[in-house]
């Protein structure tokens, strides 16, 4: 089945831990993303990276480091988790080029206590 | 600056009525537009882009760029359109989303 697959699907935990989101992509695409959905459901681009690159890193707090092993492969670390980074975080692919849409995964909803 | 606004947050019709959901956008290159859906409990997909001129599930939408609109259309909406449907741009291939609306279509 091709797709993008991010796991876990949820995610719950306390204030001041580390966790990380794994995303990985069998439809070939060379470029891969992150977007923070909030709880107005605002989608907000995080990162980009293309071949293994960083091409785009929005403002986001230092405590969000994303790791590309292989263009198929785009994870997410987050460290000392805050209550406002409670939210749906989603990976997405494409192909880089003109007028290609992203394909999504089905989000990971993370919850801060 | 790139911008994406989608109006209104909620749009509730009755089942075989018109929709309209407006997107305005704010770019001074050439615009790449997209329409994405996220239905209840699954994935946002593309619904439509603007190069393809398409219908999709008997929505259109149409690039205005003397009034920088791309804005969303069907002409009888069923139950199953209910939904939450984003606007995007996409400049230098980051995709920069509106706000969302989400669409109710009642019975």
């Known amino acids: 089945d091709t797709a993008v697959s991010q796991t876990p699907k949820y995610l719950v935990t306390q204030m001041g831990n580390d966790k990380s989101i794994k995303c990985e992509q069998n439809?070939?695409?060379?470029?891969m993303y992150w977007y923070k959905q909030d709880s107005k459901k605002f989608l907000k681009i995080m990162f980009s990276y293309n071949n293994k690159e960083l091409i785009i890193n929005e403002t986001v707090p230092n405590r969000f480091s994303p790791k590309s092993p292989d263009k198929a492969h785009l994870n997410l670390h987050i460290n000392s988790l805050e209550l406002g980074d409670s939210a749906v975080y989603f990976c997405?692919?494409?192909?880089?080029?003109?007028?290609?849409?992203?394909?999504f995964g089905n989000g990971t909803r993370l919850t801060v206590t | 600056a790139q911008r994406v606004t989608q109006p209104e947050k909620l749009l509730s019709v009755f089942k075989g009525a018109p929709v309209e959901l407006k997107c305005n956008y704010s770019?001074?290159?050439?615009?790449?537009l997209f329409w994405y859906v996220q239905y209840s409990r699954q994935r946002l997909q593309l619904l439509l882009r603007h190069i393809s001129r398409e219908s999709i599930k008997g929505f259109t939408a149409d690039l205005n760029k003397g009034e920088t609109s791309f804005h969303l259309k069907k002409p009888f909406a069923q139950e199953e359109d209910s939904a939450m449907y984003y606007c995007?741009?996409?400049?230098?291939?980051?995709?920069?989303f509106g706000q969302g609306t989400t669409l109710q279509v009642k019975p």
């Open positions: 439809l070939g695409h060379d470029t």
């Open positions: 770019y001074s290159g050439s615009p790449e």
């Open positions: 995007a741009l996409q400049p230098a291939g980051k995709l920069i």
């Open positions: 997405a692919s494409r192909l880089q080029g003109r007028q290609s849409p992203l394909h």
